[in-house]
T-cell receptor
Framework: DAGVIQSPRHEVTEMGQEVTLRCKPISGHDYLFWYRQTMMRGLELLIYFNNNVPIDDSGMPEDRFSAKMPNASFSTLKIQPSEPRDSAVYFC?????????????FGSGTRLTVV | KQEVTQIPAALSVPEGENLVLNCSFT??????LQWFRQDPGKGLTSLLLIQSSQREQTSGRLNASLDKSSGRSTLYIAASQPGDSATYLCAVGNNDMRFGAGTRLTVKP
């Protein structure tokens, strides 16, 4: 298995632009998680899905952030409009079971810089 | 809300030393606890996963223990090597997974 695949690896955009981050989970994993990592706040859970349905989005910082999972093999995290304080590394992770047996497998992350 | 704390925040040791990293959590009703390694600018690599019914897991020079009643886990690294230098993150699984801030380990040759 190729693992959790995220794209792009790096994204530099101007303030006010729309940014879309993409994630392909491991095939057969029912859970998908989006995390954000910054120096100040560490790793924060933004939202997670079970069988393509959003379960908990309480970590999404503002209405500018939205996430979708149209099918079992693809998810997007969108920021519109982007702001400099959104600069961070965004990780996607997937799990076959919710925190029970196998834990999580993380993608390599997308480093977002908003200028 | 689950709070995860890791101590120390940073640790520097000479090569060959045995060392212990600590993780504590506030809600003991967890499904599992996972230790990750993160190299600078890289993603997270899973090191050890301890299920809630287990007390410890071992992989090579690494040993992780879990004491749910006291809300603590330790990661023991034996005979440390410069290649062990990285940030080590503890994550606790309930309905989701919450992370500590990490311990930045430097092993000096």
């Amino acid at each position: 298995d190729a693992g959790v695949i995220q794209s792009p690896r790096h994204e530099v955009t101007e303030m006010g632009q729309e940014v879309t981050l993409r994630c392909k989970p491991i095939s057969g994993h029912d859970y998908l998680f989006w995390y954000r990592q910054t120096m100040m706040r560490g790793l924060e859970l933004l939202i997670y899905f079970n069988n393509n349905v959003p379960i908990d989005d309480s970590g999404m910082p503002e209405d500018r952030f939205s996430a979708k999972m149209p099918n079992a093999s693809f998810s997007t995290l969108k920021i519109q409009p982007s702001e400099p304080r959104d600069s961070a590394v965004y990780f996607c992770a997937s799990s076959p079971l919710l925190g029970i047996e196998y834990g999580y497998t993380f993608g390599s992350g997308t480093r977002l810089t908003v200028v | 809300k689950q709070e995860v704390t890791q101590i120390p925040a940073a640790l520097s040791v000479p090569e060959g030393e045995n060392l212990v990293l600590n993780c504590s959590f506030t809600d003991s009703a967890i499904y599992n606890l996972q230790w990750f390694r993160q190299d600078p600018g890289k993603g997270l690599t899973s090191l050890l996963l301890i299920q809630s019914s287990q007390r410890e897991q071992t992989s090579g020079r690494l040993n992780a223990s879990l004491d749910k009643s006291s809300g603590r886990s330790t990661l023991y690294i034996a005979a440390s090597q410069p290649g062990d230098s990285a940030t080590y993150l503890c994550a606790v699984g309930n309905n989701d997974m919450r992370f500590g801030a990490g311990t930045r380990l430097t092993v000096k040759p």
